[in-house]
């Protein structure tokens, strides 16, 4: 699919570390470049890495906190992108070439991405062969012969390997001209690089841009106000703290009288208290935590530091600094500073916050009121005793679960039977009563299933395949303005595409603004595989091991009907879809699910 999208030869060099990739490739490309190809070279590095040296004006400005740095000369320029979110995907970096200027593309690295490559092996290193496990090995060259179909080349015979890379170009230049003799309608070579239309990425994308904030506040005590989406600005009626004040127990005394032996305790001040007469040179008062600081008195000593003989105080040898251990009025928030903007979510830190400052309520956004149901002859309501071939509801109690986490208000209309009238009814009724109409299964490509042909002859549905396993079927759409969503009817699939399409929407429609959820990067503790052109979503289990790295393994068989496998996770584990093979120590991203299912 990448080299379609180049059009343009790619070819690796796998091997494991010490077997020379860089040597080689060094002593190729001067025979490449005289033969007259144009060569790009991809470098993959497991380790961070610096192409500028210390020093340079380039490298001085990256450092300071330039997120890109482009430097340009009459001979070269080089754009160099910092990334500490996640790495570059491997087919956004292919796209970083000029392929009009180039006749190749050689990939030093990326073994575990799939792409044609030649395997690199010398028996002396003591690593196993790659290509029994590697159907992307297109040829060998190594210092010894095995048994296997694939051409084989001496690793140190430079121009046998040169040739091939050659004839590797040729095959490639005459296979796509043959391709463009012969063009395909561009929907069926679509298909057939691809059995799925969408990106995971494109269909959140697609979604977002078609749903907005709905409308309605309500005001609530701060204390019922846990997962509710602020709507409107926050700013600070007081100063914090709204008076200077001791960070410690101590005695405060003049940051211009510190030279003092022994200090006249004239008084104490508690928590809650004050001391209302200026602070006299020669005098101290005994403070507390909190407690605000007489006029004057801007140094607080510890009481630790600290001798009191009757009403004397003496500190020794301590060092004592001008404005040392106390709290300026306004240090942490100042008078009509801003504090939450509009579209924050109000968890514990923020309840507090608004508590702090005085507030009793706070203006949220309203109640998401989502209309969910489950379709189906063959779907029974738990509790009853099972009829033959029946399943029980599983769907609708996961998604209840999952909008009520989300602070939804559910609209619940239970099983509806195969009835199209009943259907249509259903929708019309969840239309106006929520602000999006939910359910799951029958909507599948081909399927002719009544929910599709009630959807069909009430609203503007989309039926998608989406590039991801588990839950590759997708309904979106509008019924009299009100967003719908089809999910998949695997339990698992159901929960996966939630996860990716629903709770973005949900959250936007609440008004919380420019959420994203949280993806790390793990380390795999055993091997995983997925398929070329699609993003795979397993079920994972993280945990963080003695030397503190974090590493994730699945939760076992990973079919998206074994809701266990869900109840048992705390992540998804994303592989992407230029990823086909993630070897055991190699990193992946994953997404907690704490707090999210």
Wanted: charged share 25%; proline share 5%; net charge negative.
């Amino acid at each position: 699919m990448i080299q379609r999208e180049l059009h343009l030869p790619l070819l690796g060099f796998a091997a494991y570390s010490g077997t020379g990739k860089t040597t080689l490739l060094e002593a190729l490309l001067p025979k490449l470049v005289e033969a007259g190809i144009r060569v790009g070279v991809l470098k993959h590095a497991h380790h961070d890495f610096d192409v500028d040296k210390p020093g340079k004006d380039s490298h001085r400005l990256r450092k300071a906190g330039a997120s890109q740095m482009l430097i340009s000369s009459r001979n070269r320029h080089a754009l160099m992108t910092e990334t500490p979110e996640s790495e570059a995907e491997f087919d956004y970096l292919l796209t970083r070439f000029d392929a009009a200027k180039l006749d190749l593309i050689l990939v030093e690295g990326c073994k575990n991405i799939a792409f044609p490559k030649i395997e690199l092996h010398r028996e002396e290193v003591g690593k196993p062969w790659l290509y029994p496990h590697d159907n992307n090995i297109v040829a060998i060259a190594a210092d010894t012969k095995v048994d296997s179909p694939l051409p084989q080349i001496n690793i140190n015979d430079l121009e046998g390997i040169c040739q091939y890379i050659l004839d590797y170009v040729a095959d490639h230049n005459g296979a796509k001209q043959q391709s463009t003799e012969v063009q395909k309608p561009a929907s069926s070579c679509c298909d057939i690089m691809s059995p799925a239309f969408l990106s995971v990425q494109e269909g959140q994308d697609k979604i977002l841009s078609k749903v907005s904030s709905t409308e309605g506040i309500e005001t609530l005590p701060v204390e019922k106000s846990y997962g509710r989406v602020l709507a409107s600005n926050i700013t600070s009626p007081i100063h914090v703290p709204q008076y200077t004040n001791s960070a410690m127990d101590g005695y405060a005394i003049r940051g211009d009288d510190l030279e003092r032996d022994e200090y006249h305790v004239v008084g104490e001040i508690l928590a809650g208290y004050s001391y209302d007469k200026p602070l006299q040179l020669g005098e101290a008062v005994k403070i507390m935590t909190g407690a605000p600081t007489p006029l004057n008195a801007d140094t607080v000593v510890m009481r630790e530091q600290a001798t009191e003989n009757g009403d004397t105080v003496t500190f020794g040898n301590a060092l004592i600094k001008q404005g040392q251990n106390v709290r300026q009025a306004g240090e942490d928030l100042s008078k009509g500073q801003a504090v939450f903007s509009e579209g924050t979510r109000i968890e514990s830190p923020e309840m507090g916050m608004l508590a702090s400052l005085g507030f009793a309520q706070c203006d949220v956004q309203r109640p998401l009121r989502v209309a969910i149901f489950s379709t189906g002859d063959e779907v029974q309501a738990p509790g009853s005793e099972q009829k033959e071939n029946t399943i029980y509801d599983s769907n609708r109690f996961t998604l209840i679960g999952l909008l009520e986490r989300l602070g939804c208000e559910v609209i619940d209309f239970g099983i509806l039977e195969d009835n199209q009238q009943v259907m249509i009814d259903a929708l019309e009724k969840s239309a106006q009563q929520a602000d999006l109409i939910l359910t799951s299964g029958g909507v599948s490509v081909g399927d002719a299933d009544y929910i599709k042909l009630a959807l069909e002859q009430l609203g503007s549905i989309d039926f998608w395949r989406i590039n991801m396993r588990p839950g590759r079927p997708l309904a979106f759409g509008h019924i009299n303005d009100k967003p719908f969503f089809g999910l998949p009817g695997n339990p698992v699939a159901v929960m996966v595409s939630f996860i990716n399409f629903v709770e973005p929407s949900i959250r936007k429609m609440q008004g919380q603004q420019d959420w994203l959820p949280l993806k790390v990067q793990a380390v795999a503790s055993e091997p995983l595989r997925s398929r070329m052109g699609r993003t795979e979503f397993s079920r994972g289990v993280y945990s963080i091991d003695s030397q503190g790295q974090l590493k994730v393994s699945t939760t076992g068989k990973q079919g998206s009907g074994i809701l266990r496998s869900m109840s048992e996770a705390n992540c998804l584990i994303e592989v992407s879809p230029s990823v086909d093979t993630v070897k055991i120590g190699e990193s992946v991203t994953i997404i907690p699910l704490q707090g999210r299912i």
